[in-house]
């Protein structure tokens, strides 16, 4: 029997915060969840939905605040769903994400390993150097914002407070352009129109800013007029692009680019590395939290200038290069075609010739590279958020290095094949959360594995 029914009110107390932010409460053991409430926190609520495990309640009234509980300076944070944890100072929400991520291994795993202080950023605010923003025609207005909570439907802004101020200056920018020159948004419901999103990218180092219309239609009318209002509104542009995505999906961008103005990529640094970016570029968004995350990983891999590393699922080179400064040699691999190009050209463009990248599975390209004599002593993997196929780990051991450093986007998935890795005869000995996207309930966490009899 549900101890609470919809609309019925309830003072609770909140014991807990969900991976996604939201306070939990217990009324009679049945546990519900309740967005914008924090732990110590007791609040008076409405239930606005029941199942049969578990309930959800809105606010009605903050009886105890938390001690941590601060006043979001967004002034769409309550109806954006970019951000989540906005109310909660930040180094409450380090601590939450260094919580979330030991939780993870205890609960998953098993594992009871030392999980370090979340590394986190000076100033937590402006650290995205990309943004990706949907277009509609609404309210009688052109509108470039981002969906409101649970719903597609735009949110009139004009900064976002996450967002590198470059990114938000073009993007208004343009949604403005596009307004007076009267380009029709794309309406997901009628799939028709011609403007879907504005991306903008921004180079942290160098300052670079490429801005792609992503359009349905192959043929964008008017576009001289479009690049001649774009480059005058946004005198700084080095880039501007046009990606063409005809079909019904939630995906952002299409297959095809082409070039409007401009080089076909901008460039940007990382730990003192150039590297080039186009518009399907996979690049860290965070750039000052990227050399910590990197930083750490070469820490872990404990190189000393003889070793032989595999960087499995290596994108566009990123760490592989970093890893290439002090190591004998690095083997990049990945499944992407483009991003081994990629890779191979930010290789030439840093000079850097100890470094070769395969194009491939990792689970097949080890056992051949050891057959052929090649046996890496430390492999490095970062891997989507869904984290390792199994047969790659059972490669990764069958290979057998000393050390498995593994970057993950996903403390679950990462926790799950720490338990396989324990199984197949790897020993985790720590792991260091880091904070690539603050305001958010996302954490990034750097593992360190061994060889279980070292």
């Known amino acids: 029997m549900i101890p609470v029914q919809k609309n019925e009110e309830h ?18 053991g049945y546990t519900i969840f309740v967005e914008g409430a924090l732990p110590t926190e007791q609040v008076k609520i409405k239930i606005t939905k029941t199942t049969k495990s578990y309930g959800f309640a809105r606010i009605v009234r903050l009886k105890k605040k938390s001690e941590d509980r601060v006043e979001p300076p967004c002034p769409v944070y309550t109806q954006c769903g970019g951000c989540q944890l906005q109310h909660l100072s930040y180094d409450a929400e380090l601590r939450f994400k260094q919580a979330r991520v030991r939780d993870a291994f205890q609960r998953l795993a098993g594992l009871e390993i030392p999980v370090h202080e979340t590394l986190g950023m000076e100033d937590p605010w402006r650290y995205r150097n990309k943004a990706q923003v949907p277009v509609a025609f609404q309210a009688n207005k052109l509108m470039a914002g981002f969906y409101q909570k649970r719903s597609h439907k735009i949110i009139d802004m004009d900064y976002c407070l996450i967002q590198n101020e470059e990114n938000d200056v073009a993007v208004q920018a343009v949604r403005q352009v596009l307004a007076d020159l009267k380009v029709p948004a794309y309406d997901e419901k009628k799939n028709s129109g011609v403007i879907r999103h504005i991306m903008a990218r921004h180079g942290y180092h160098t300052n670079e800013l490429m801005i792609v219309l992503v359009t349905k239609v192959k043929q964008l009318r008017g576009v001289e007029q479009i690049v001649e209002r774009i480059r005058k509104a946004v005198p700084n542009v080095t880039s501007i692009q046009q990606n063409i995505n005809p079909d019904e999906t939630n995906v952002i961008l299409g297959k095809r680019n082409v070039v409007l103005y401009g080089p076909s ?97 990792a689970e097949d390209i080890m056992p051949a590279m050891l057959k052929n004599g090649i046996k890496p002593d430390v492999i490095v993997v970062d891997p989507p958020r869904k984290g390792c196929d199994e047969a790659f780990l059972r490669a990764a051991a069958e290979v057998a290095p000393k050390r498995i450093v593994y970057v993950s986007c996903n403390a679950g998935t990462q926790a799950r094949d720490a338990k396989l890795l324990a199984s197949l005869g790897y020993r985790l000995v720590e792991v260091t959360p880091v904070d690539m996207f603050p305001h958010t309930t996302h954490v990034e966490s750097v593992a360190l594995f061994v060889q279980a009899e070292a």
Request: hydrophobic share 40%; glycine share 8%.
């Open 265 to 361: 990529v901008i460039k940007d640094e990382i730990a003192g590395l150039t590297f080039e970016i186009s518009p399907h570029s996979f690049f860290q968004v965070n750039p000052v939290q990227t050399e910590k995350l990197y930083g750490k990983a070469i820490e872990y891999a404990q190189l000393t200038g003889d070793e032989v590393v595999v960087d499995a699922y290596c994108g566009i080179g990123t760490i592989s290069l970093s890893l290439a400064k002090q190591a004998k040699h690095v083997y990049g691999i990945e499944i992407v075609p483009q991003a081994i190009d990629d890779a191979r050209r930010n290789a030439q463009a840093n000079g850097i010739d100890n470094v070769s990248f395969e194009y491939g599975a």
């Open 11 to 28: 003072v609770v107390d909140i014991v807990d915060l969900t991976h996604e932010g939201a306070g939990v409460a217990r009324i009679d």
